[in-house]
C-alpha cells in the first residue's frame, strides 16, 4: 500500500536539497526530521503537537525525554533522535576544535567553551587548563548546579588543575535561562578560587559565563584588576 503523504515528503525532501534547512519554518524542519522515523504516518500533526506543547524548535531540542514523549505520536524512536540531534551539534561543534588548540584571547575562549554548554538544560561547571603558552590540556566538567562557593568545590578545581598539569585555568559556568551577567555568588566563587590557586602556583586566568551564544569575561570586565 502506497504511502498517501509520499508527495508531501518527496516534495521536502527536494526542498531541502535545493534550498537547505533555512528557508524552512520550525514546523517543516521539525515535519522533514521525523519523516526517518514516522514512515508511515503525517508528521504535521506531530510536529504542530511538539511546537505547541514546547514553544519552539530549540525548546523541542531541549525537552526531557519524559515530557517529548507525553506528545501525541511522539514515539521512543522520535525522542531518540530529539534528543541524539543536539548531542551530534554539540560534538560537531567542539570537533572543530580537534588537534592543538591554543588559546590567546578572550574571544578565542569564549568560542571554545560556549558549544560545552549548548545542551546544558541546568547550570554546569567547567574547567579549562592551560599550559604556559595557552594551550589547552584539558576541558572538564566538575560541578553540575548552581556555582556558588558551596556548589563548587575549590579542592575539585585546585586538584583537576594540578593533575592536568595546568600553569593556569579559565574557570567557566553557563546561565541555562538568563543573561550572561554575573551574579554576586559568581564574584565571590571566582575570588575563593583565584585565593585557593595561588599557593599551588596556578593563575586562575579567566571566569566566563555562557548563556546560549553569548558570553561574558570577567577579566575583561575588570574584575581581575
Do not use: W
Not at 518527496?10 to 519523516?35: I, N, Q, W, Y
Not at 576544535?97 to 538544560?121: C, H, K, N, W, Y
Amino acid at each position: 500500500m502506497n504511502n498517501p503523504h509520499s508527495g508531501h515528503r518527496k516534495r521536502l525532501k527536494e526542498r531541502f536539497v535545493t534550498e537547505g534547512l533555512d528557508s524552512f519554518s520550525d514546523l517543516h524542519a521539525l515535519e522533514l526530521m521525523l519523516f526517518f522515523v514516522v514512515p508511515r504516518r503525517d508528521t504535521n500533526p506531530i510536529a504542530h503537537g511538539l511546537l505547541e506543547r514546547f514553544g519552539s524548535l530549540r525548546g523541542v531540542m531541549d525537552a526531557r525525554k519524559e515530557d517529548l514523549e507525553e506528545v501525541k505520536g511522539v514515539g521512543e524512536n522520535a525522542t531518540l533522535l530529539l534528543k541524539l540531534i543536539p548531542a551530534l551539534v554539540r560534538k560537531y561543534r567542539m570537533d572543530s576544535f580537534e588537534g592543538d588548540v591554543v588559546l590567546l584571547r578572550t574571544q578565542e575562549t569564549g568560542d571554545f567553551l560556549i558549544p560545552r554548554f549548548s545542551s546544558a538544560r541546568e547550570e554546569e561547571v567547567h574547567l579549562l587548563s592551560l599550559d604556559a603558552k595557552g594551550k589547552v590540556l584539558d576541558c572538564r566538567r566538575i560541578h553540575k548546579g548552581s556555582v556558588n562557593t558551596v556548589g563548587v568545590s575549590v579542592r575539585k578545581v585546585v586538584e583537576t588543575a594540578l593533575t592536568t598539569g595546568a600553569s593556569s585555568v579559565v574557570l567557566a559556568h553557563n546561565h541555562p535561562s538568563g543573561l550572561a551577567l554575573p551574579s554576586e555568588e559568581d564574584k565571590a566563587t571566582t575570588r575563593l578560587v583565584q585565593q585557593a590557586l595561588k599557593p599551588v602556583s596556578v593563575t586562575l586566568a579567566d571566569h566566563i559565563i555562557v548563556a546560549g551564544e553569548d558570553f561574558v569575561s570577567l577579566r575583561d570586565d575588570g574584575f581581575f584588576d
